[in-house]
């Protein structure tokens, strides 16, 4: 296999096992891959926990739904779980939801004037009456914290925003239809965060056991990342293990052949990447993750250089100039993509400029140093010209020139999600038997005017009879919080030492609203838990739930900066797309330049390109003939087939200028580079993470149709235009 191939899987590796040991060097947040205009709003579904709740899906193939069984094993084997949930139906009492309920019945003060006396009793009476019956501890101490019955406002609220329209029982969402019932659930930790989520994945199965029930699928960020994470784990894995076998026959082979060393040329490279690592983290402060697993394989474009020179003769001065322009020209494109607004695109940049320009320098130096272990007898290879195959690099120059007409790249993030086939169809039978609708979503920050801004919302929403979800429908402003907690202060001061019943059994109430604190949302560092769903390092958040077109219009001309999910994830392709139409003309230019000002002549410069644009065009034709996709991965992998073919196309055109033709150790570097290229990326393509399949796809079919172009498609364009000079001499 390719080397650079092989480290690239194998970083790919390392960077999703990093995560155990997790070095304070090492980034894997997604705010890297976002300009800082962006990342705020593209990052909600990662920043607030009011889009953390996760579905599993079960259905009941007979009968009635066994709701008690299935409640009292939900509560089983979910409490060994506890400490990775925030709220679940089955865990009522426990954990962070436990916590957030005595914020919620401490502030019902701050919420709600005093009731009028009678009304006031009535309360009292019903919760004394709930005591009177025999219930379990934790529900007789939880009704002590709450004779307003603030639960029950608890309750209604979070019904308001579940967004299905099945059956509520207790928590469970049901479809009678098929016999589905929704168990919900909310982490209590980012989505990217999966460690100890495929252990909430074991309880789901084990509930399923106990009560009968067979898994649909699930739902939700947290899982959809230990699904993505899990499909990577397995491709690498089986990649890798091919990899290897390659590498290993490879070397076997070229031992057996005699030319082993050229090996070597891979330990020679090993201490550029290190300083190029070393260099990113001084600039950056940390080496993302996306970093290691592109700029290592990137920065192994080099290696094409040390197999160049290998295979050379001893005076291979010529060689080297034209290593210097492959070089020059390569960072030329690196060089543009460090003006652009995505932060990982700019460390991928840093990172491969290092590593180019050491790895080249390592490569010469070793040149010098060991001459007698650096230079290699090629082999004696010879490309006959062929009709079929100049003419196939036609085809795949006409493609290339249509490209921009063919290619329609999905540069969402969402093109990068892998689905397997039972998360893709419990998703779509939701957003269809469930009638879910996505909400419209605005971020506000925080300022002086935030808590009037927030109840001008709620207030317009009732207005409207439109649905919305923000602070201001779980805590009013800070004059109306006050106005509440005066109107309780008689009495919380008749119950400070009454020893009434009401007095007593209550207690644990009285003492925690004397404690009840006016919130200034515009001021305060901490907020309660029941509203930490929808804060952010002081943003917070508003969910719309137009129940049609006109309340969606609506809305939009009233707060024109709320916006769909999708709309708000196209940010980050409208960002790339906008970026990318001129950064790839802009780096083409500068490299034509470059091979003008080597070449001095515009049409052997063209030429040299030609290697480029036929693995341009063989992508092109094999994503249309398969019918595959394109997205942000395929881009990246167009800008390394781009790099090391231009190489291919600078070392033909300068042996051809030096008046060999057709030498064997240009033969040699360019089918040995090539072809275990070819190998290497080819077990991509079968990857099922999209990612990876989208890179093996653009590297594979560019590495191909690059070597058709470099074998049959430059020389022949040559050899015409040196025709072509001697008819006009």
């Not at 400490?83 to 019945?105: H, M, N, V």
């Not at 390569?330 to 607004?341: D, E, G, K, N």
């Amino acid at each position: 296999m390719r080397l650079r191939g092989l480290v690239l899987f194998c970083l790919l590796f390392l960077s999703l096992g990093a995560r155990a040991a997790e070095p304070t060097w090492y980034d894997r947040s997604n705010e890297a891959l976002l300009p800082a205009n962006l990342d705020k709003k593209i990052l909600i579904y990662t920043d607030y926990p009011a889009f953390w709740w996760n579905f599993a899906v079960v259905e009941f193939k007979t009968g009635e739904i066994p709701w008690g069984p299935l409640r009292k094993a939900c509560e089983r084997e979910l409490a060994g779980v506890s400490e990775l949930i925030r709220t679940s139906p089955c865990l009522p009492f426990q954990g962070p939801f436990a916590a957030l309920l005595k914020d919620w019945s401490r502030d019902y003060v701050l919420r709600h004037p005093l009731p009028a006396p009678t009304d006031l009793q009535a309360k009292y009476d019903a919760g004394l009456a709930k005591a009177s019956l025999p219930l379990p501890p934790e529900i007789l101490s939880l009704l002590r914290t709450d004779p307003m019955s603030a639960l029950d406002e608890l309750q209604d609220l979070a019904k308001s925003r579940a967004g299905f329209s099945f059956e509520n029982h207790q928590g469970f969402f049901y479809d009678p239809a098929t016999k589905r019932v929704l168990m919900p659930l909310q982490v209590d930790r980012k989505p990217m965060d999966v460690a100890g989520v495929g252990a909430v994945k074991d309880a789901f199965t084990a509930i399923c056991k106990d009560v009968d029930c067979e898994i649909a699928g699930y739902f939700g960020p947290h899982f959809s990342s230990l699904e993505n994470e899990m499909q990577t784990r397995r491709d690498v894995d089986v990649v890798s293990m091919v990899g290897w076998t390659i590498l290993i026959l490879s070397c076997v082979l070229f031992t057996f052949l005699g030319r082993g060393r050229v090996f070597l040329l891979f330990f020679a490279m090993v201490p550029a990447m290190g300083f190029a690592g070393l260099f990113t983290y001084l600039i950056f402060g940390k080496i993302h993750g996306l970093t290691l697993a592109f700029g290592p394989s990137i920065s192994g474009l080099a290696i094409d250089y040390g197999l160049h020179g290998a295979f050379a003769d001893k005076d291979d001065r010529e060689i080297w100039r034209a290593n210097l322009l492959g070089l020059c020209t390569t960072l030329c494109i690196f060089v543009v993509i460090l003006f652009s607004q995505l932060p990982i695109l700019r460390q991928i940049a840093v990172f491969s400029i290092f590593g180019l320009s050491f790895s080249y320098l390592f490569l010469y130096a070793f040149k010098l140093k060991a001459p007698a272990l650096f230079h290699l007898k090629p082999f004696s290879l010879k490309f006959p010209p062929s009709k079929i195959m100049t003419g196939l690099a036609g085809v795949f120059l006409l493609f290339a020139a249509l490209s921009p007409l063919l290619l329609k790249p999905n540069l969402s993030l969402q093109a990068l999600n892998f689905e397997s086939p039972a998360t893709r169809h419990v998703r779509e039978w939701l957003f269809k038997a469930g009638e879910w609708k996505a909400p419209l979503i605005q971020i506000q920050p925080r300022s002086q005017t935030l808590g009037i801004s927030l109840q001008e919302q709620k207030d317009w929403a009732d207005q409207q009879h439109i649905k919305s979800e923000s602070a201001a429908r779980y805590l009013p402003s800070p004059e109306l919080q006050s106005r509440n907690l005066a109107s309780w202060a008689p009495e919380l001061a008749r119950h400070q030492n009454a020893e009434t019943p009401i007095g007593d059994f209550f207690e644990p109430f009285w003492r925690d609203a004397r404690e009840a604190q006016v919130w200034d949302l515009s001021q305060a560092n901490t907020v309660p838990r029941y509203l930490r769903d929808l804060e952010s390092n002081g943003q917070w958040l508003t969910l719309w739930f137009p129940s049609s077109a006109e309340q969606s219009d609506l809305i939009r001309r009233q707060y024109p900066d709320a916006a769909s999910s999708i709309e708000i994830l196209m940010l980050f392709s409208k960002t790339l797309a906008s970026e990318l139409l001129w950064m790839i003309p802009l780096a083409l230019l500068i490299s034509a330049v470059f091979l003008y000002l080597y070449f001095s002549s515009l049409q052997r410069s063209l030429f040299a390109l030609v290697p480029c644009l036929t693995g341009l065009g063989c992508f092109t034709v094999c994503l249309l003939a398969t019918g595959a996709t394109m997205s942000f991965i395929t881009i990246i992998g167009l800008i390394m087939m781009f790099s090391f073919s231009l190489d291919y196309g600078i070392f033909v055109v300068s042996a051809f200028e030096s008046g060999e033709s057709d030498p064997d150790s240009l033969w040699t570097s360019i089918a040995f580079a090539a072809t275990t290229n070819i190998l290497g990326f080819a077990p991509l393509i079968f990857a099922g993470h999209p990612a990876l399949q989208h890179l093996g796809q653009s590297l594979f079919w560019g590495s191909l149709g690059a070597l058709i172009g470099t074998i049959w498609g430059t020389p022949f364009l040559l050899t015409r235009f040196k025709s072509w000079q001697k008819a006009r001499a």
